[in-house]
C-alpha cells in the first residue's frame, strides 16, 4: 500500500504565493507521472498540473505562467508552487500519484490520492 499526504495549504491574499507539497509513503514500489488536481465547491475535480518521472509537465491553461509543478525522486515528493494566487484557485487541492507496485515479484499498477488540502485565496 502507498499513501499520500498533502500539506502547505492555507489562506493567502490575492496575488500571493503558496506551495502545498505530498509525499508518498509505503513500500516496495516506485512511482511513474505525480500530479496536482483541484476541487471547487459545487465543481467537478480539474487537473491542475502533471509530471512524470522524467520530469516533463503539463499545466490547465487557467494555471500557466503562474503555478509550477516539480518533483524531488529520492524523497517520493511532488511540489506545486502557486504564484500570483487569485480567488478562482480557491479549492481543495489533490495530488495523486501513478504507482508500480511490487507484489511478491509481481508488479501492478495503481493510482493513489491524497486526502486534499484547502486552498483560500481571499482577501
Known amino acids: 500500500q502507498v499513501q499520500l499526504v498533502e500539506s502547505g495549504g492555507g489562506l493567502v491574499q490575492p496575488g500571493g504565493s503558496l506551495r502545498v507539497s505530498c509525499t508518498a509513503s509505503?513500500?516496495?514500489?516506485?512511482?511513474?507521472?505525480m500530479g496536482w488536481h483541484r476541487q471547487a465547491p459545487g465543481k467537478q475535480r480539474e487537473l491542475v498540473a502533471g509530471i512524470t518521472s522524467l520530469g516533463t509537465t503539463n499545466y490547465a491553461d487557467s494555471v500557466k505562467g503562474r503555478f509550477t509543478i516539480s518533483r524531488d525522486n529520492g524523497k517520493n515528493t511532488v511540489y506545486l508552487q502557486m504564484n500570483s494566487l487569485k480567488p478562482e484557485d480557491t479549492a481543495v487541492y489533490y495530488c495523486n500519484a501513478d504507482v508500480i507496485l511490487n507484489v511478491g515479484g509481481r508488479f501492478r499498477g495503481s493510482a493513489y490520492w491524497g486526502q486534499g488540502t484547502q486552498v483560500i485565496v481571499s482577501s
Open positions: 509505503g513500500s516496495d514500489f516506485s512511482i511513474n507521472a
